[in-house]
């Protein structure tokens, strides 16, 4: 039986992006570096104030409402969740209701079900700079490594690779080509994976990192298409920082395409040939749709087997009713362009002590209000799974020379079953298990190199004629995934579930019969 097709998710590397540019540079003082003693963050019940925490002459509205909020970027079912009922606690805070006025001030939040951490800044300087999108790095700076990024900027996690940061271009936030202004509210927001070996580490030698910039681009084209901005997020797992961003973009760029909020993958499409903003490839495109679609219509109870294709997945609500949804496809594309300027935000960068890491009360600069390890769930190693390759060769005999003249291979793959609970590979956040209930499911995909993905049980047989002397080459080259549907159930009923999609690498363990045949 034949595979069925479908596209090829590959990973982004996000040090290729702009090249050409002229640094616009701002620099303020930052909060947190004129602190030299332990702040504890000023809480506020973000739930329900009109108005951020600020001095009695200074007024800034929370980020969902009013002028300069974030609802012109997000849809309102992102804009929308925040609630503290909802597993939303908050971390860390640069806003307080007394001293002089803030400056560029942010807090970020964090949803302990679904393992997302969003960043909230304001700006308050008053220049104003043309630009289109804005560059987006979080890394874990120190000697040590972490998989705690392990789930963004890839469909398809390698349990066994370490990543420290990550690098994301944002979509155009701004109107009339203005990006970078004042008195807006601009979000970041990062999707977590448990790493255990946080609690472990001594906390003054691991820090969580932000960064932020503005960047004005021109003459941006996607797959030879002109484009006035980049649309969707864009991102991949680096090692890097975000001046490597700032190079000539390579042609073939894999790009991980990040969709989040019910309607984001409605608003990139268009009447163009290949349907959307993006200029991605058609058919490309209609996978996408069709996953996106499959999620939305199935809720949390979606079954694995209807959406092939949705290889990473974050969905909020109820059995049948998607609040909230983040999902990431990825597809090659060509991107070329020039940057004509770039400037780093004024509070930028971020430098904070890692949560979870037993920060004590003593410690200088301030101390996140949630100091819990973060993160719902992870891996710790590739799982390794046995396949038969069975091959039969038939060999057809030429009269005049007694010797073989052509070949017909005939092979089949199957993963060998040895009663396997491949659940026991799945580490959860003991945090998650004190508050909810969980429950694994998962499921066998096979990946060929060509980009055909099928399930497991799909994959059979495949026929092909070949020449040379060595019939056995057409082997089929192909990784084996593993797909866990991760459901979160709040042992508060009054919490929705949530359900995380996530697709690992596995490890082979490869067996081959092969029999000859003359004919």
Same mark, same amino acid.
């Given at each position: 039986?034949?595979?069925?097709?479908?596209?090829?998710?590959?990973?982004?590397?996000?040090?290729?992006?702009?090249?050409?540019?002229?640094?616009?540079?701002?620099?303020?003082?930052?909060?947190?570096?004129?602190?030299?003693?332990?702040?504890?963050?000023?809480?506020?019940?973000?739930?329900?104030?009109?108005?951020?925490?600020?001095?009695?002459?200074?007024?800034?509205?929370?980020?969902?409402?009013?002028?300069?909020?974030?609802?012109?970027?997000?849809?309102?079912?992102?804009?929308?969740?925040?609630?503290?009922?909802?597993?939303?606690?908050?971390?860390?805070?640069?806003?307080?209701?007394?001293?002089?006025?803030?400056?560029?001030?942010?807090?970020?939040?964090?949803?302990?079900?679904?393992?997302?951490?969003?960043?909230?800044?304001?700006?308050?300087?008053?220049?104003?700079?043309?630009?289109?999108?804005?560059?987006?790095?979080?890394?874990?700076?120190?000697?040590?490594?972490?998989?705690?990024?392990?789930?963004?900027?890839?469909?398809?996690?390698?349990?066994?690779?370490?990543?420290?940061?990550?690098?994301?271009?944002?979509?155009?936030?701004?109107?009339?080509?203005?990006?970078?202004?004042?008195?807006?509210?601009?979000?970041?927001?990062?999707?977590?994976?448990?790493?255990?070996?946080?609690?472990?580490?001594?906390?003054?030698?691991?820090?969580?990192?932000?960064?932020?910039?503005?960047?004005?681009?021109?003459?941006?084209?996607?797959?030879?298409?002109?484009?006035?901005?980049?649309?969707?997020?864009?991102?991949?797992?680096?090692?890097?920082?975000?001046?490597?961003?700032?190079?000539?973009?390579?042609?073939?760029?894999?790009?991980?395409?990040?969709?989040?909020?019910?309607?984001?993958?409605?608003?990139?499409?268009?009447?163009?040939? %290949?349907? *959307?903003? !993006?200029?991605?490839?058609? $058919? #490309?495109?209609?996978?996408?749709?069709? =996953?996106? @679609?499959?999620?939305?219509?199935?809720? %949390?109870? *979606?079954? !694995?087997?209807?959406?092939? $294709? #949705?290889?990473?997945?974050?969905?909020? =609500?109820? @059995?049948?009713?998607?609040?909230?949804?983040?999902?990431?496809?990825?597809?090659?594309?060509?991107?070329?362009?020039?940057?004509?300027?770039? =400037?780093?935000?004024?509070?930028?960068?971020?430098?904070?002590?890692?949560?979870?890491?037993?920060?004590?009360?003593?410690?200088?600069?301030?101390?996140?209000?949630?100091?819990?390890?973060?993160?719902?769930?992870?891996?710790?190693?590739?799982?390794?799974?046995?396949?038969?390759?069975?091959?039969?060769?038939?060999?057809?005999?030429?009269?005049?020379?007694?010797?073989?003249?052509?070949?017909?291979?005939?092979?089949?793959?199957?993963?060998?079953?040895?009663?396997?609970?491949?659940?026991?590979?799945?580490?959860?956040?003991?945090?998650?298990?004190?508050?909810?209930?969980?429950?694994?499911?998962?499921?066998?995909?096979?990946?060929?190199?060509?980009?055909?993905?099928?399930?497991?049980?799909?994959?059979?047989?495949?026929?092909?004629?070949?020449?040379?002397?060595?019939?056995?080459?057409?082997?089929?080259?192909?990784?084996?995934?593993?797909?866990?549907?991760?459901?979160?159930?709040?042992?508060?009923?009054?919490?929705?579930?949530?359900?995380?999609?996530?697709?690992?690498?596995?490890?082979?363990?490869?067996?081959?019969?092969?029999?000859?045949?003359?004919?």
């Amino acid at each position: 039986m034949f595979m069925k097709h479908f596209f090829y998710p590959i990973v982004f590397v996000a040090s290729f992006l702009f090249f050409s540019c002229q640094d616009a540079e701002i620099v303020t003082d930052s909060p947190q570096n004129t602190l030299t003693r332990a702040i504890v963050p000023e809480s506020f019940d973000w739930d329900t104030a009109d108005y951020m925490p600020t001095p009695p002459t200074q007024v800034i509205p929370v980020p969902w409402i009013g002028q300069g909020s974030i609802a012109p970027y997000y849809g309102l079912d992102v804009v929308n969740d925040h609630k503290h009922a909802d597993g939303w606690e908050l971390v860390y805070s640069s806003f307080r209701s007394s001293g002089p006025n803030l400056n560029d001030p942010y807090f970020i939040l964090y949803n302990k079900y679904r393992g997302l951490l969003q960043l909230y800044v304001y700006v308050t300087n008053q220049t104003v700079l043309p630009s289109n999108n804005v560059l987006a790095e979080i890394s874990m700076l120190g000697a040590e490594e972490t998989t705690m990024f392990n789930f963004l900027g890839t469909t398809i996690v390698d349990p066994d690779r370490k990543f420290k940061s990550y690098d994301m271009l944002m979509p155009s936030l701004g109107t009339n080509g203005v990006q970078f202004a004042p008195n807006k509210w601009y979000m970041v927001q990062y999707e977590l994976a448990y790493d255990p070996s946080i609690e472990n580490l001594p906390y003054e030698e691991v820090h969580l990192d932000f960064n932020m910039q503005f960047v004005a681009t021109k003459d941006i084209y996607i797959n030879g298409e002109s484009v006035g901005t980049i649309e969707g997020t864009i991102g991949g797992q680096s090692g890097g920082s975000l001046p490597n961003l700032v190079e000539l973009v390579k042609s073939g760029v894999q790009a991980a395409i990040g969709f989040v909020g019910k309607n984001a993958a409605e608003k990139l499409s268009d009447d163009s040939e %290949t349907g *959307n903003k !993006l200029h991605i490839n058609k $058919n #490309v495109w209609g996978t996408i749709q069709k =996953g996106v @679609s499959s999620v939305l219509s199935g809720g %949390t109870s *979606n079954t !694995l087997k209807a959406a092939v $294709n #949705v290889l990473n997945g974050l969905i909020f =609500g109820t @059995s049948n009713s998607v609040q909230s949804v983040n999902l990431t496809f990825e597809s090659k594309i060509t991107l070329t362009g020039e940057m004509k300027s770039k =400037g780093s935000f004024p509070s930028m960068p971020i430098d904070l002590w890692m949560p979870g890491t037993g920060i004590p009360t003593n410690a200088q600069q301030y101390v996140p209000l949630y100091n819990r390890p973060m993160g719902v769930f992870n891996l710790l190693k590739r799982p390794e799974i046995k396949i038969m390759h069975h091959e039969d060769i038939y060999e057809g005999m030429d009269d005049s020379r007694f010797e073989p003249t052509w070949a017909m291979q005939k092979y089949s793959s199957e993963y060998v079953s040895d009663n396997t609970d491949f659940r026991k590979f799945v580490q959860i956040n003991p945090d998650v298990l004190s508050i909810a209930d969980v429950d694994i499911e998962y499921d066998l995909l096979f990946l060929e190199k060509s980009g055909y993905l099928c399930h497991a049980t799909e994959y059979t047989s495949y026929d092909t004629t070949i020449s040379g002397d060595n019939p056995s080459a057409a082997i089929p080259d192909y990784d084996v995934l593993i797909r866990y549907r991760i459901k979160i159930i709040p042992k508060d009923k009054n919490v929705n579930q949530s359900l995380i999609v996530k697709t690992f690498l596995m490890k082979k363990k490869i067996k081959t019969d092969i029999v000859h045949h003359s004919m």
